[in-house]
């Protein structure tokens, strides 16, 4: 049982209503667990049938591991950004997706904040430095989008280095792609009582309990300046050479079986098999240029 004088309750409003959370009491609010699944306007009532989930993702991974030997094959480089919320399920995404790739030539990066040295550096020196090189998928969990979100919500770089940011990342994007390296950017959505739902999973699940930061914490009283950030982020940095892909991410099934069709049906391998990767359900994912109203 947590002990009541540490307690981190804090009060938040949702829907026009006071609801007070504390992320250390066992007990999930029935509010909560009634509601997660249906925040954020959710277009589903259950999650995807769990047999139907683990037949359709075995088939669609054969599919990427088409894609890895045809990029060995012709030197062709990837680089795939997965950003959203904390609890989104970017890591889930990431793990299904690479799970059965030769680690040799697909990895995942996840930088921890820079260091002195490259605090000093050019703001993306850093991420290029892990940049694939000739046949290599390397997936971003998190990238150089700190700079749109998290950092000038937690007041870790100043206003005009984010104002930079947003006109500099455009066009450093199209050098990306102009050199030939396939980039997809993944914004997973969810709904407010989903992540305070899978917060409050990871404080009290012995498995888990190394997902939950300081970070996550110190954001729970700051949704609001997220979406503000998140808003600004897909308006000022989704183009034509590298535009957004936004997913609702309650249902972690659906997230993953959506997002690796998305890359799948992008890119013109070799043995591509169109009625193994099947449609894209519109409900789920669609373009960041109408996510924001």
């Known amino acids: 049982m947590a002990d009541k004088t540490t307690s981190r309750a804090v009060e938040l409003r949702l829907d026009g209503k006071k609801r ?13 667990d009634s509601e997660a699944f249906a925040s954020d306007d959710f277009p589903y009532d259950k999650k995807l049938n769990r047999d139907e989930y683990d037949a359709t993702l075995e088939t669609l991974q054969i599919e990427l591991v088409k894609v890895q030997f045809w990029l060995q094959a012709t030197g062709k480089r990837v680089i795939s950004v997965f950003e959203g919320r904390d609890a989104a399920g970017k890591g889930g995404a990431i793990h299904d997706t690479m799970a059965y790739m030769n680690p040799r ?17 050019w703001y993306y020196q850093r991420y290029v430095a892990t940049f694939p090189t000739a046949g290599e998928f390397v997936l971003f969990d998190r990238s150089w989008y700190n700079r749109a979100g998290v950092e000038p919500v ?7 280095q984010y104002e930079h940011f947003l006109k500099q990342t455009p066009r450093f994007e199209k050098m990306i792609v102009d050199d030939g390296i396939y980039l997809f950017k993944f914004w997973l959505n969810i709904g407010r009582e989903m992540q305070l739902k899978r917060f409050h999973d990871r404080r009290h699940d012995p498995l888990k309990v190394w997902k939950l930061s300081s970070m996550d914490i110190a954001a729970l009283t700051k949704w609001d300046d997220y979406s503000e950030k998140r808003d600004r982020m897909l308006k000022e940095t ?25 890359i799948l049906t992008s890119l013109n391998y070799d043995g591509k098999d169109k009625d193994a990767i ?3 359900d519109a409900k789920i994912l669609g373009s960041g240029a109408g996510f924001v109203k």
Request: aromatic residues 6%; contains cysteine.
């Open 238 to 262: 989704h183009s034509a050479h590298a535009p957004w892909t936004v997913i609702r991410a309650n249902d972690k099934r659906r997230l993953r079986i959506n997002l690796i069709r998305h």
């Open 278 to 280: 099947g449609e894209i």
């Open 105 to 121: 030539s697909a990895r995942i990066v996840a930088l921890t904040k820079p260091t002195e040295t490259e605090r000093g550096q």
């Open 20 to 32: 007070v959370f504390d992320i250390d009491n066992p007990e999930l609010p029935k509010w909560i």
């Open 154 to 160: 937690m007041g870790f770089c100043e206003p005009a």
